[in-house]
Every structure is written in C-alpha cells, then in structure tokens.
Nanobody, 123 residues
Framework: QVRLVESGGGLVQPGGSLRLSCAAS????????MGWFRQAPGKERELVSG????????YYAEFVKGRFTISRDNVKKTMYLQMNRLEPEDTAVYYC????????????????WGQGTQVTVSS
C-alpha cells in the first residue's frame, strides 16, 4: 500500500514560484514511476510531469516545459515539483500519483493518488 500526501500549494501572483511536495509512505515508492497531474475547474485531469524510479528520466507536458522541474528523493520518499514563472492558466488542483507497474518516465496507469493541493495564480 502507498499513501501519498501533497503539500506546498497556495496563492501566488503571476510570475511567482511555488514548490510542491509529495510525501509517500510504503516500501514501493523508490521503485515506482511518479508524476504530477492537475485538474482545473471544468476540465479533465491532465499529466503535468513524470519521473522514473531513479530520477534519471523525466517528462514534461509542453505547457510547463522550461518553467517546472520535477525531482525525487528516494531516501526521503518524497517527490517535488518546482514551479516557476507561474501563469493564471496554471491554476488547478495538483495531484501526485504513483504507477507501481511502469518503468517509464511518467505514470501511464497510476494506481495510487494523493488528495490534491490547490494552486491559485492570481493578482
């Protein structure tokens, strides 16, 4: 069993930065592909970024490339998303997810989800 808990969301002005964290419990974190998804009001959940088990391979959606950086610390069982140059369009609930069956750079079929953290970008 894996439990995921996100933190770090909040209200930030356009152009600002936030760092999201996803703390995991359970032994399989270090072998799981992890990722960040987001869901804005009235929209479907979408993949933002992913990272393989070792951190050696990452994936970014086009709309965050060059602005967001994903990383993980398998000793601390924590994944991060550094978000810079935030835009109002980045406003959403951000979810971390684990895919225990994938070896790729993003979770194609997540089987564990966090509860989400709200990110609001507004002046």
């Amino acid at each position: 069993q894996v439990r995921l808990v996100e933190s770090g969301g909040g209200l930030v002005q356009p152009g600002g930065s936030l760092r999201l964290s996803c703390a995991a419990s359970g032994r399989i974190f270090s072998s799981s592909t992890m990722g960040w998804f987001r869901q804005a009001p009235g929209k479907e959940r979408e993949l933002v970024s992913g990272i393989n088990w070792s951190g050696s391979s990452t994936y970014y959606a086009e709309f965050v490339k060059g602005r967001f950086t994903i990383s993980r610390d398998n000793v601390k069982k924590t994944m991060y998303l550094q978000m810079n140059r935030l835009e109002p369009e980045d406003t959403a609930v951000y979810y971390c997810a684990a895919d225990t069956s994938s070896s790729g750079e993003y979770p194609s079929r997540p089987n564990y989800w966090g509860q989400g953290t709200q990110v609001t970008v507004s002046s």
